[in-house]
C-alpha cells in the first residue's frame, strides 16, 4: 500500500468536503443579504428593533465568516496544501546486518503529548554496506518537542530528534542527513552517535 494513500483520505472525501463547505456558504450569504434588506426595509424602527436585527445581522454575518474559512481549509486541505494530520516521511540509514528482521521492528514518535506508531514502508539495501529503512508518521499535535524512536529487537534502541517547528511546512525535497541523537545498545548501554545511523525527513 502506497504510504501517502495510507495516512490521508481519497479525494472523493476532499471534494464531498468541499460540496458541504460550499452549500453552507451560499446558505450564509443568503441569510446576510435577507438580514440586512429585512434591516434596511423597515419603515418603523423602536430600539428594541435596532437591537433585535443588530444582533440577527452580528449572527450572520459571524455565521458567513465561519463558512467562509471553512470553505478555505476544506480547499487548502483538498489540494494538499494544509492537510489537517501533516505526516513526516523518512529514511534511516544503518548497517545491514543491525537491519535483521524488519518485521520485528518497531518505531515510534515520542512527543510531550503523545506517542505514536510510524508505518514502516521497507528497506532496500544500499552500495556503501548500510541499509535504507522507509517509513512515515502522522504529526497528530503541535510541539517542537518531537523524537522518532527506532527498537530493534535484540540489536539497541536508535533515537533521532526531528528538526521541525510546530507547524512545519510541506516540503517536496527530503532535508539533510542527520545522525542519531542517542543509540542505546543492550550489552554496552549509551554510546555516541555514529555515522552509520542517520536519518533525513520530509513533511507531507
Do not use: C
Not at 7 to 24: N, R
Not at 106 to 132: C, K, M, P, S, W
Amino acid at each position: 500500500m502506497n504510504i501517502l494513500s495510507s495516512l490521508f483520505t481519497e479525494s472523493a472525501d476532499g471534494q464531498l468536503g468541499i460540496l458541504m463547505s460550499m452549500l453552507s456558504g451560499i446558505a450564509a450569504a443568503l441569510a446576510v443579504a435577507l438580514a440586512m434588506t429585512v434591516y434596511f426595509r423597515l419603515s418603523y424602527r423602536t430600539w428594541r428593533d435596532v437591537v433585535r436585527h443588530g444582533l440577527a445581522t452580528l449572527a450572520a454575518v459571524a455565521l458567513f465568516a465561519f463558512a467562509a474559512y471553512d470553505m478555505r481549509h476544506a480547499a487548502l486541505a483538498y489540494l494538499g496544501l494544509n492537510p489537517s494530520k501533516p505526516a513526516v516521511e523518512f529514511e534511516i540509514r544503518m548497517p545491514r546486518e543491525t537491519l535483521t528482521a524488519v518485521t520485528d521492528t518497531q518505531i515510534e514518535l515520542h512527543t510531550d503529548r503523545n506517542q505514536t506508531l510510524a508505518l514502516v514502508e521497507g528497506v532496500r539495501d544500499l552500495a556503501d554496506g548500510r541499509a535504507l529503512l522507509r517509513g512515515a508518521v502522522a504529526l497528530n499535535h503541535r510541539t517542537t518537542d518531537r523524537v522518532l524512536v527506532v527498537n530493534l529487537p535484540g540489536k539497541g534502541t536508535f533515537e533521532f530528534r526531528l528538526r521541525l517547528p510546530a507547524e512545519p511546512h510541506r516540503s517536496e525535497q527530503f532535508g539533510p542527513w542527520h545522525l542519531a541523537d542517542r543509540i542505546a545498545s543492550p550489552v554496552t548501554g549509551a554510546v555516541a552517535p555514529q555515522d552509520a545511523f542517520t536519518i533525513r525527513y520530509r513533511v507531507l
